[in-house]
């Protein structure tokens, strides 16, 4: 056998652990980054529609207040003289509200009411740490400005511009050639208008995102004010609106079915006693139990009753029956008389 010389193993360098380190720590922490960097750009963001539908209805529903409120000033003035400055009445209300609102970064009372706020969405940009998604800038000066130019200077020209038509007659055949083409271009805008806003509808249905078409040209989008809070509308008392609402629907649907004289002559068997009875049918009327004013008698049967307690159940019920005998009343008597009335005369 041959001997080979085998040479021992040369011992690593010092720091080559160093630079092993080194080189499995740079790709992680590279890929790491671009992990973390992707998650804070694609958080996901579910704004309730509900919330953004709601808060604008509430805020529909503070102008009408104010404005009911501000009528009321002028109530001992002329009668009617608010109502040809009404469009300024309510671009007035509008503004106020924009103005100690939007235009100081605070929300509407609708949307403070449904926990929501303006955000720019053009400047949401991943800065640092970002915690649930709903961080991010509030609207810019030029947004403000616009946003008030939009919702009280553009539906303050709008309503001017119908009212001062309707009340030209721009759309009446005889008009000129040139108030008939100014209608039927206010025509084509407003048919134009409704339609971008039922598209916008059906968008911000799908995507959650932009309720109108000016918060969508704007770039203003609705996000949660605070991630922890919940929705600050209680439906208690709406609840209970509801339940009393329908239970007055089903009594006022179920009450002119029913017979009074019917049921009270179901529980006469479980009355005191008989004799006590017998002695308030000679001194009561059956229907008011008080003593008869005018007494008439109940033919055939000849029970007494007042005159317009019996009048009225006979002319409401052409079958009515005596409330203590059951017996039809076919026709009604004086009590001291003889003078005989139909009772549905």
């Not at 992990?35 to 709601?54: A, M």
């Not at 605070?106 to 940009?125: C, F, H, S, W």
Request: with cysteine; charged share 20%; hydrophobic share 40%.
């Amino acid at each position: 056998m041959s001997n080979t010389n085998l040479s021992p193993p040369q011992p690593p360098e010092e720091d080559a652990w160093i630079h092993t380190y080194h080189k499995l720590l740079l790709p992680w922490q590279s890929q790491s980054q671009s992990l973390s960097q992707s998650y804070q750009s694609t958080i996901p963001i579910s704004i309730s529609r509900v919330n953004q539908v709601d808060a604008a209805r509430l805020d529909v529903e503070m102008s009408a207040m104010l404005k009911e409120q501000l009528v009321k000033v002028f109530s001992l003035m002329k009668p009617g003289m608010l109502f040809q400055y009404e469009a300024e009445l309510d671009a007035f209300l509008e503004f106020l509200i924009w103005r100690f609102s939007i235009w100081v970064d605070k929300p509407t009372p609708g949307i403070a009411l449904m926990n929501l706020r303006y955000r720019d969405e053009r400047a949401v940009e991943p800065r640092g740490k970002v915690r649930t998604g709903l961080e991010g800038p509030g609207l810019t000066v030029a947004q403000k400005i616009w946003y008030c130019v939009a919702t009280v200077g553009g539906q303050y020209m709008w309503a001017r511009l119908q009212s001062f038509s309707a009340f030209r007659r721009w759309g009446d055949s005889e008009q000129r050639p040139l108030a008939r083409r100014a209608w039927m271009l206010i025509q084509r805008i407003e048919g134009l208008y409704k339609a971008a806003s039922f598209g916008n509808l059906l968008i911000f249905l799908y995507t959650g995102r932009f309720r109108n078409l000016i918060e969508r040209a704007l770039k203003a989008r609705l996000v949660y004010g605070s991630p922890n809070m919940n929705r600050a509308v209680s439906f208690e008392y709406m609840n209970r609106q509801l339940v009393w609402n329908e239970f007055s629907e089903m009594l006022l649907l179920l009450l002119p079915l029913l017979n009074s004289s019917s049921i009270r002559n179901l529980l006469s068997p479980f009355s005191k006693d008989k004799a006590s009875s017998s002695a308030e049918d000679d001194t009561a009327c059956p229907i008011c139990l008080a003593s008869p004013t005018i007494p008439f008698l109940a033919l055939p049967c000849q029970h007494r009753y007042c005159y317009y307690c019996l009048r009225t159940r006979c002319a409401a019920t052409p079958s009515f029956r005596c409330s203590r005998c059951s017996e039809p009343v076919t026709a009604m008597q004086r009590h001291s008389g003889v003078n005989n009335l139909d009772p549905k005369q």
